[in-house]
Each structure stands twice: as structure tokens, then as C-alpha cells.
């Protein structure tokens, strides 16, 4: 047997994803890196959080399901050993924070069906499909180090920051430079706030 390991963050650099990997076996339990050769699609494939090997397609080989975090499901389809991504056979406007996938034939008629498990609705976000939680991660403030900043679209449909004008300002000082007080804050959005040339540049996911 051969062995996918996903990627989930990397150490101190969330939301950044590691790379995932397909490792070979020789048949003596030695196992090697053939991404490359076999799915290069896979290396940056995102913040993994679970996976399934299934036949979906009936052709008796295994197929590769995703699931993870920022991401929607991925579909990867093995055609003689290589696998190609199919992933625009589900919905991919499903980006979600999924944690859980399995499969099976749950309703009997000899195909497999696919269940996600995603973040649910006990959080503070509750963000929808219409109004996403979008998360920006960049050294924002010029000081050497990324920031992360979370925002959610307000009822006018306006982006604003997650976080209020004293956490941000404990993460960035200039927020209180630039906005003296809540009231001033209160009334920006988020490229007013951070520049929008700053978060263009930034990495940036929404779910």
C-alpha cells in the first residue's frame, strides 16, 4: 500500500499550507516522495483535515477525496497510478471549514456517496455562503512579522475587521494612530483600515 500525507498549517504561519504528499512503497515497508510524478496538484492543495481512498468512478482503482480548512472538497481521480484533479464534479462555491469526510453507498444504489463534516454552527463567526468570514495574513504594519486579520461583511454588505480598534491596535499600534477613536474606527472598512494595495497583496482565503 501507498500513503497520502495531508498538509494542515504550517507552525507559525497560519493560514499557510504545508505541502501534501503521495509516498510510494517499494513493496519492503521503504516509502519515497512521488508527488510529482503522480500528482503534482496535490503538493499545495491546501489545509487538509481529512481524506478517503474510493473507487468513485467504478473503474476498480482508488480515487483520492479532501476535505480542510479555507478550502472545498477535492476530488482527485487515479487514471493508471496518476491522479487528476475532478474537483469540479462538486460544488467548489462549497469552501468551508470542513473537518471530516467519509464515504459511502448510503442510500443503496451501487454508487458511493460522499459526507462532509463542517465547522457547524456552535462559533461566533456563523458565516453563510452570501456572507463569508474572509481571513488576510501579511506583515501589514511593516514590521517583519505576518498578521493575520479576520473580517466578516456587516448587514450593508460592507467588509469590516472581526476584531474591535483594541485587539487590532494590540496586533498593529498603528490602528490606534490612524484611528483615534472608536468612533473612527467604528466607521472604516477593512481597506480603509489596512489599505487595499496591502490586502490585494496578501494572502487571502474566504469561507
Same mark, same amino acid.
Given at each position: 500500500?501507498?500513503?497520502?500525507?495531508?498538509?494542515?498549517?504550517?507552525?507559525?504561519?497560519?493560514?499557510?499550507?504545508?505541502?501534501?504528499?503521495?509516498?510510494?512503497?517499494?513493496?519492503?515497508?521503504?516509502?519515497?516522495?512521488?508527488?510529482?510524478?503522480?500528482?503534482?496538484?496535490?503538493?499545495?492543495?491546501? &489545509?487538509?483535515?481529512?481524506?478517503?481512498? !474510493?473507487?468513485? #468512478?467504478?473503474?476498480?482503482?482508488? +480515487?483520492?477525496? @479532501?476535505? $480542510?480548512? =479555507?478550502?472545498?472538497?477535492? &476530488?482527485?481521480?487515479?487514471?493508471?497510478? !496518476?491522479?487528476? #484533479?475532478?474537483?469540479?464534479?462538486? +460544488?467548489?462555491? @462549497?469552501? $468551508?471549514? =470542513?473537518?471530516?469526510?467519509?464515504?459511502?453507498?448510503?442510500?443503496?444504489?451501487?454508487?458511493? #456517496?460522499?459526507?462532509?463534516?463542517?465547522?457547524?454552527?456552535?462559533?461566533?463567526?456563523?458565516?453563510?455562503?452570501?456572507?463569508?468570514?474572509?481571513?488576510?495574513?501579511?506583515?501589514? #504594519?511593516?514590521?517583519?512579522?505576518?498578521?493575520?486579520?479576520?473580517?466578516?461583511?456587516?448587514?450593508?454588505?460592507?467588509?469590516?475587521?472581526?476584531?474591535?480598534?483594541?485587539?487590532?491596535?494590540?496586533?498593529?499600534?498603528?490602528?490606534?494612530?490612524?484611528?483615534?477613536?472608536?468612533?473612527?474606527?467604528?466607521?472604516?472598512?477593512?481597506?480603509?483600515?489596512?489599505?487595499?494595495?496591502?490586502?490585494?497583496?496578501?494572502?487571502?482565503?474566504?469561507?
Amino acid at each position: 500500500l501507498d500513503l497520502f500525507v495531508g498538509g494542515r498549517n504550517v507552525p507559525g504561519a497560519y493560514p499557510q499550507a504545508p505541502r501534501s504528499m503521495l509516498l510510494r512503497n517499494d513493496g519492503q515497508g521503504r516509502f519515497t516522495d512521488a508527488t510529482l510524478e503522480w500528482a503534482p496538484d496535490l503538493e499545495k492543495v491546501g &489545509m487538509v483535515t481529512g481524506a478517503a481512498f !474510493a473507487d468513485i #468512478d467504478g473503474d476498480r482503482d482508488p +480515487d483520492l477525496l @479532501l476535505c $480542510g480548512e =479555507w478550502m472545498p472538497i477535492r &476530488m482527485f481521480l487515479n487514471d493508471r497510478g !496518476a491522479l487528476t #484533479d475532478a474537483s469540479q464534479r462538486f +460544488d467548489t462555491d @462549497l469552501v $468551508g471549514w =470542513w473537518r471530516s469526510l467519509a464515504v459511502a453507498d448510503l442510500d443503496g444504489d451501487g454508487d458511493l #456517496d460522499v459526507v462532509t463534516g463542517n465547522i457547524g454552527l456552535n462559533n461566533k463567526f456563523h458565516p453563510s455562503k452570501e456572507k463569508p468570514l474572509e481571513i488576510y495574513m501579511d506583515d501589514l #504594519d511593516g514590521t517583519g512579522t505576518s498578521d493575520i486579520v479576520l473580517a466578516k461583511h456587516g448587514s450593508n454588505g460592507i467588509c469590516v475587521p472581526v476584531r474591535g480598534r483594541e485587539c487590532s491596535s494590540e496586533q498593529m499600534p498603528f490602528i490606534k494612530e490612524r484611528f483615534s477613536t472608536y468612533e473612527d474606527f467604528s466607521k472604516a472598512d477593512l481597506n480603509t483600515l489596512y489599505g487595499e494595495e496591502n490586502l490585494a497583496r496578501a494572502l487571502h482565503y474566504s469561507a
